[in-house]
């Protein structure tokens, strides 16, 4: 018994560590983008083709170049991306969830009726809608992402403000006759950031994932600039050439990107709610 | 310990130094273990009716789990609990859980909101003898008239509380544990349930009711067990509530004060 | 009664929700500087199109009207089934949808159905048994799937299938421009394998975690609590209890799945070069060709919608608290 106690105990520390260690991962991959890019994009036809290799981890593609670089600079791309259209996104959620709570059945009606809408366009279609509507491009990617993903963590935002509205202080607030704006600013954003922050954090796999599906089809980010997407997009052409090193290993790191947020998500999730924790 | 006139006592339930603990994170890393009963000893006889009493959230609860086995994974317990004079370990508690050993839970939260009364009684059996016999019990407990084909919603609270009751008696279960059998019902249908615990003590079985409410159990109840702090402070015989001097622990007199 | 009402109430929702959704889509396709209007006179692909055609084409989409007028005028035609003329495949809209429609829809079903099943008796043993060494398998390949891109899984399939073992086709071998006719049965049930199995894949891990999460709260409740008590054993429970109270949330899961399949069919069939709704979508969207692109959206929207009705209705009918007129 005792055995197993300390073996959770451990595996909870464990997991703050190697919360820090994915944070800065992803962190380094971020800043790594921009300053690899030239690099990332040098072309050498001395070294097209080149299966993986201790010089070149993931090989180089038909204009020799490094498919690792090309990678870290297109996953760095994708997110900073996904940084700004997930807060823009966790921004709307929060504005219209508390709205939603705060003012009214007619607003609230309102907000619902826009989720349903928001939820009932296939988000792929909507995407593509927007992306054309704007011109493709980064501008697109950013409105269209922002757009089709606010709805269910404004769901929550509202449940959240709901259930706080009923408590002890605000109610008491509310007596005092302290306006409501000032009660959402002062007594309920508090409560709500842990929640809109954990709501942020996973939505990144969503956003990253439709901005990479996004570019793959061509209606995002243009060839010229680095892109996952993009990457793997060409690596299509080349299948059959049998240059597979072009396809799986920027597709391992998009997963893996992915999954390290759907995975701090869920521990921060449970870090923040200790209640939760009984897994 | 276990010898043939233990058994000859008619003792139905003997619990010993119970001690029930939990595991609970104190803080983001670290987590404590929660003691919430211990040194718990409970006896209950063939034929009669043992009262629990404590408050709400003193693991009243977890007692009735840990006499079923059904404690969650977090919780572990030590000490010894016997049925008839035998062990029970975890591989008994299967076998005799549900047929003579059975729970009566608090309200209708307890039944599957979408399988029909009738249906959860059965527990799957479709004998004919069986049907009879809980058409029999339904009627006894004023469940006819069709209710065997009614979803928990459609039941009240005093009606799914005999329903539950109901099933204890369709397996002729020699040890019943009553768990908080009464919240919400008002003191008039709540009297009506803990009488028939009391006649399905006189029939025979051990009843183990454990409640918050002193007041009702002192009105069914032999025997009053005191829980105060995880552990029994008070064991002692009904009629001895009807003065203070004839208790002993500063919490049970504390108690008998609040009752005027 | 209380059910035809609340149904009846839920198709003017729906018909509503749709309603405002085509016009987002209208304004959308409106703004965009592929404007038909705009690009199609000077489109090179368009410079075949006949006089009488460019006139159709202006005329359906009302040149110089208002905004609102010309939303209504093409509303009122779609709605009597004139969806105007695709640009780039030059027909009826409707016609091509209608045969884009029939190749996708064996993905759609295919997909649709698998992922039901298996998804659902994934999640239901996983949350059964939570923790333990099966869940965690399960569990693992849900997170991972939900983690991966869809088109990524089809190029694997694609690389291990087609390049790899060569047992399977490496697709674009139904060229855009050949009749649905021309193609076999077989032929067709060939191509349409991978996509498939591709859209299978994603889709089980998404009905999986959901119904996991749904089982795991069936089986923290009071009455399975009380059914253990009672003596039934873990497998007579999860039959018994958690299937039951499983199956209505998962209906709804099951039918919320289509808005995920459809916009799953874009990106399968385009790695595929699978000749259906999807691949329609990306040819149009790229080409500019924007009835096509709007009908599209407008049908698989009312999909979404109808399969949220259905759900709707269905829980109204099997959930005895709503069929019995009592709200939850």
């Known amino acids: 018994m005792r055995w197993r106690l300390n073996r959770r105990m451990n595996r909870r520390m464990a997991t703050g560590i190697l919360l820090a260690i994915v944070v800065v991962a992803l962190v380094a991959i971020a800043i790594a983008g921009p300053l690899v890019t030239e690099q990332a994009m040098a072309t050498d036809f001395a070294r097209k083709d080149l299966p993986p290799s201790w010089q070149h981890p993931f090989g180089t593609d038909w204009m020799g170049r490094d498919m690792f670089l090309r990678t870290i600079a297109g996953l760095s791309t994708s997110l900073r991306l996904g940084m700004l259209t997930a807060s823009l996104s966790a921004g709307i959620a929060l504005l219209l969830g508390s709205l939603a709570a705060t003012f009214g059945r007619l607003l609230d009606a309102t907000v619902s009726w826009l989720i349903d809408l928001a939820m009932g366009i296939p988000h792929l279609l909507l995407l593509i809608l927007i992306a054309l509507a704007v011109g493709k491009g980064a501008a697109g990617i950013i409105i269209g992402v922002m757009v089709t993903h606010w709805m269910a963590l404004a769901r929550v935002m509202r449940a959240e403000v709901l259930q706080l509205k ?19 600013r002062k007594h309920m954003l508090p409560h709500l950031l842990p929640q809109l922050l954990v709501g942020l954090v996973l939505l990144f796999p969503h956003v990253i994932l439709h901005e990479a599906s996004l570019t793959f089809l061509g209606f995002g980010l243009s060839p010229e600039q680095p892109a996952i997407g993009i990457i793997l997009s060409e690596s299509m052409r080349y299948l059959v050439a049998g240059t597979w090193w072009l396809a799986v290993f920027p597709g391992l790191m998009l997963v893996a990107v992915v999954a390290m947020f759907s995975w701090l998500g869920g521990s921060l999730r449970k870090l923040l709610d200790p209640v939760s924790i009984h897994e | 310990m276990s010898n043939i006139n233990n058994c000859a006592d008619n003792t139905v339930l003997d619990i010993r ?34 009262a629990i009493v404590g408050a709400s959230g003193s693991g009243k609860s977890l007692l009735a789990h840990s006499i079923l086995g059904i404690l969650p994974y977090n919780a572990t317990w030590s000490g010894e609990i016997r049925y008839r004079g035998e062990l029970l370990t975890q591989t008994r508690i299967e076998e005799l859980r549900g047929s003579e050993i059975a729970l009566v839970p608090q309200g209708v939260s307890h039944l599957d909101p979408l399988m029909k009364i009738g249906t959860q009684i059965l527990k799957g059996r479709k004998d004919a003898a069986t049907r009879q016999k809980m058409e029999e019990v339904l009627e006894r407990y004023g469940l006819g008239d069709g209710v065997e084909n009614l979803y928990p919603f459609e039941l009240s609270g005093g009606m799914a509380r005999r329903a539950l009751i109901s099933m204890a008696v369709l397996e002729d279960a020699k040890l019943i544990i009553a768990d908080e059998p009464t919240p919400g019902l008002d003191a008039k249908l709540a009297r009506r349930v803990l009488s028939h615990f009391r006649e399905l003590a006189d029939d025979g079985a051990g009843v183990l009711l454990i409640t918050h409410d002193l007041e009702l159990a002192l009105e069914v109840a032999e025997r009053i067990v005191v829980m105060h702090d995880g552990t029994a402070v008070e064991d002692t015989e009904a009629c001895n509530f009807a003065r203070e001097e004839t208790l002993q622990h500063p919490y049970t007199k504390a108690l008998w004060r609040a009752r005027l | 009664m209380e059910v035809a009402v609340k149904t009846a109430k839920n198709l003017v929702r729906v018909a509503l929700l749709l309603l405002c959704a085509s016009a987002i889509a209208f304004t959308l396709v409106s703004i965009s500087p592929l404007d038909p209007l705009q690009t199609n006179i000077g489109q090179a692909a368009l410079g075949s199109l006949s006089a009488e055609q460019t006139a159709q084409l202006e005329s359906y989409w009302g040149v110089g009207e208002p905004p609102i007028q010309r939303y209504l005028s093409w509303l009122g035609d779609f709605v009597r089934g004139d969806m105007g003329i695709s640009l780039l495949y030059r ?54 799937i939900a983690s991966t891109p869809l088109f990524w899984i089809g190029i694997m399939l694609l690389l291990i299938f087609a390049v790899w073992l060569q047992i399977a086709p490496i697709g674009l071998s139904v060229p855009i421009g050949m009749e649905a006719a021309d193609v076999t049965l077989i032929d067709r049930l060939r191509h349409a394998i991978l996509p498939a199995l591709a859209l299978s894949i994603t889709g089980i891990a998404n009905i999986t975690l959901h119904t996991r999460e749904k089982m795991i709260a069936v089986m923290g409740s009071d009455y399975v609590l009380f059914a253990r008590a009672r003596g039934e054993s873990t497998r007579r429970i999860v039959t018994r209890h958690g299937v039951r109270n499983v199956i209505l949330p998962a209906m709804t899961l099951q039918f919320a799945l289509i808005n995920e399949i459809l916009a799953g069919t874009i990106l399968v069939e385009q790695v595929f070069s699978y000749p259906g709704l999807g691949q329609a979508v990306v040819t149009a969207g790229l080409g500019g060709d924007m009835p096509l692109l709007l009908a599209i959206t407008v049908i698989s929207t009312a999909l979404v919608f109808g399969g949220n009705f259905i759900a709707n209705t269905l829980y109204g009918v099997v959930d005895p608290r709503i069929r019995k007129g009592v709200s939850k």
């Open chain 1, 166 to 184: 009923q408590s002890g202080y605000v109610l008491a607030s509310e007596k005092l006759g302290v306006g409501k704006l000032t009660i959402i």
């Open chain 2, 17 to 50: 130094n119970l001690s029930i603990s939990f595991q609970q994170y104190a803080g983001r890393f670290s987590h404590t273990q929660l003691e919430t009963i211990h040194n718990l000893n409970v006896k209950v006889h063939a034929g009669e009716l043992v």
């Open chain 3, 91 to 144: 027909q009826s809209v409707a016609t091509v949808i209608a045969e884009k429609l029939a190749n996708s829809l064996l993905l759609l079903a295919f997909a649709w159905v698998i992922s039901g099943v298996l998804g659902f008796t994934l999640g239901i043993i996983a949350g059964a048994y939570q923790g333990r060494a099966i869940d965690r398998a399960i569990q693992s390949y849900s997170l991972i």
